[in-house]
């Protein structure tokens, strides 16, 4: 039996499909022979960025919310949020917001200064379908075919480091995946030992000599290899830096959830010192077809607990210590509450950017409540691609964001 067929089995029946997860991806296995740590990383200019993904279309309208709006409550009978329960956030030119009650900590962060709200973020045409939705903000194409991610083309312009970006979970999300580079993934665990194959140290000794490539080796089989050390390379790094760092302590009382989990990971690999540029973490699921008043409650009270444990690591800027999170969904949902006390899939919705070296205040335009397009949702104002324009150019310093977006969208201004 040779070395190679040994190898083959070993991902494939021992580590089974998490080990390979996010090394197979759909542009082919070329970019398995080139992975290779660079001699020299970049950080993030204002960063590091993490991108938050709220999967399964995030209302907005219950998020910030236009509580001295008479519509809002017409509209949504059961689920408007009382005026005297909301969060005052002050004004823009819709009239007085406010947060949802669950967003304490993030309301806090809005008093520092260290929060922005983006109104009315979408895309033309909207599509109301989770999958292509989701695939036009992974990709920044409005398409909607399966294409390079909108990170995985910048990775591709930044060389090889395999710390360069990092997503926390099983599953790489597509927007970080290029046509030659791809983001590296940790396990969701704030467990050093979680990091590493097989959680020991023992273990992971065979696994790196098995992971070893020989002379004359077919290139498949080696770059099979190749991706197997990047592995063990990821997850020692993400080892050690668990190991060191303590995960920052959430607000007393609540439950961050899984998305408490993925961020304490990444405030813990920020303050060690890991010189990555981009982070991706997710939550699931917003798509409160019914009774969505407490299933939302509680899906916001947890990320804002999560959120607010992350940045109390990072209570001022500093270079390379000074994330910006920003927080996003597919699409928003309807303005008007159906028969099964929820909402459906719809267009518009709001975009929170998080961090010190955040500009806080309002940023786009509050769609119009009395001009809605032919099916009753409301028309957005802020293109989601003028956001990741200000990501690319003033967080990760791209010399050609036009080039990554496939068009120009001038950046907002919502960064120190």
């Known amino acids: 039996?040779?070395?190679?067929?040994?190898?083959?089995?070993?991902?494939?029946?021992?580590?089974?499909?998490?080990?390979?997860?996010?090394?197979?991806?759909?542009?082919?296995?070329?970019?398995?022979?080139?992975?290779?740590?660079?001699?020299?990383?970049?950080?993030?200019?204002?960063?590091?960025?993490?991108?938050?993904?709220?999967?399964?279309?995030?209302?907005?309208?219950?998020?910030?919310?236009?509580?001295?709006?008479?519509?809002?409550?017409?509209?949504?009978?059961?689920?408007?949020?009382?005026?005297?329960?909301?969060?005052?956030?002050?004004?823009?030119?819709?009239?007085?917001?406010?947060?949802?009650?669950?967003?304490?900590?993030?309301?806090?962060?809005?008093?520092?200064?260290?929060?922005?709200?983006?109104?009315?973020?979408?895309?033309?045409?909207?599509?109301?379908?989770?999958?292509?939705?989701?695939?036009?903000?992974?990709?920044?194409?409005?398409?909607?075919?399966?294409?390079?991610?909108?990170?995985?083309?910048?990775?591709?312009?930044?060389?090889?480091?395999?710390?360069?970006?990092?997503?926390?979970?099983?599953?790489?999300?597509?927007?970080?995946?290029?046509?030659?580079?791809?983001?590296?993934?940790?396990?969701?665990?704030?467990?050093?030992?979680?990091?590493?194959?097989?959680?020991?140290?023992?273990?992971?000794?065979?696994?790196?000599?098995?992971?070893?490539?020989?002379?004359?080796?077919?290139?498949?089989?080696?770059?099979?290899a190749n991706s197997g050390g990047n592995l063990m390379k990821v997850g020692s790094k993400a080892a050690a830096a668990l190991a060191k760092e303590r995960p920052p302590a959430a607000p007393a009382g609540s439950n961050p959830g899984d998305i408490g989990t993925q961020l304490d990971i990444v405030a813990e690999l920020i303050s060690y010192g890991l010189p990555t540029s981009v982070y991706s973490v997710s939550w699931a699921s917003f798509d409160t077809h019914s009774n969505q008043a407490d299933t939302h409650a509680g899906m916001l009270a947890s990320l804002d607990a999560a959120v607010t444990g992350f940045m109390s690591a990072f209570p001022t800027a500093a270079p390379g210590k000074s994330p910006v999170i920003v927080i996003c969904s597919e699409f928003g949902r309807t303005p008007r509450v159906n028969a099964s006390g929820g909402t459906d899939h719809s267009s518009a919705s709001v975009v929170l950017a998080v961090g010190p070296a955040v500009k806080g205040g309002f940023y786009g335009a509050t769609p119009s409540f009395t001009k809605l397009d032919p099916y009753g949702n409301l028309i957005f104002t802020t293109d989601f691609r003028k956001i990741y324009a200000t990501v690319l150019e003033q967080i990760l310093g791209a010399q050609t964001p036009t080039s990554v977006l496939g068009g120009p969208f001038r950046p907002i201004d919502f960064l120190r």
């Open 1 to 224: 039996m040779t070395l190679a067929l040994d190898r083959r089995q070993f991902l494939t029946g021992v580590l089974g499909g998490g080990v390979t997860t996010g090394l197979v991806r759909f542009t082919g296995l070329s970019s398995l022979l080139s992975m290779a740590e660079a001699s020299a990383s970049t950080v993030a200019r204002n960063g590091p960025f993490v991108l938050c993904t709220l999967y399964g279309g995030n209302d907005g309208l219950n998020t910030v919310i236009p509580y001295e709006r008479g519509i809002y409550r017409d509209w949504r009978p059961g689920l408007a949020i009382p005026g005297e329960q909301v969060l005052p956030l002050g004004s823009d030119e819709s009239g007085r917001l406010g947060f949802h009650p669950s967003l304490a900590g993030l309301h806090s962060l809005w008093k520092a200064g260290k929060v922005a709200i983006i109104s009315g973020v979408e895309y033309p045409n909207p599509n109301f379908s989770h999958f292509a939705s989701q695939t036009i903000w992974q990709t920044a194409r409005l398409s909607a075919d399966p294409d390079a991610g909108w990170l995985g083309r910048w990775h591709d312009t930044t060389g090889t480091d395999i710390l360069r970006a990092l997503s926390v979970g099983p599953t790489l999300p597509p927007a970080l995946v290029g046509y030659k580079q791809q983001a590296s993934s940790v396990v969701d665990s704030t467990s050093a030992g979680a990091q590493l194959p097989g959680q020991n140290p023992a273990f992971s000794g065979a696994y790196k000599q098995l992971m070893s490539t020989y002379p004359g080796e077919p290139g498949l089989q080696a770059g099979q």
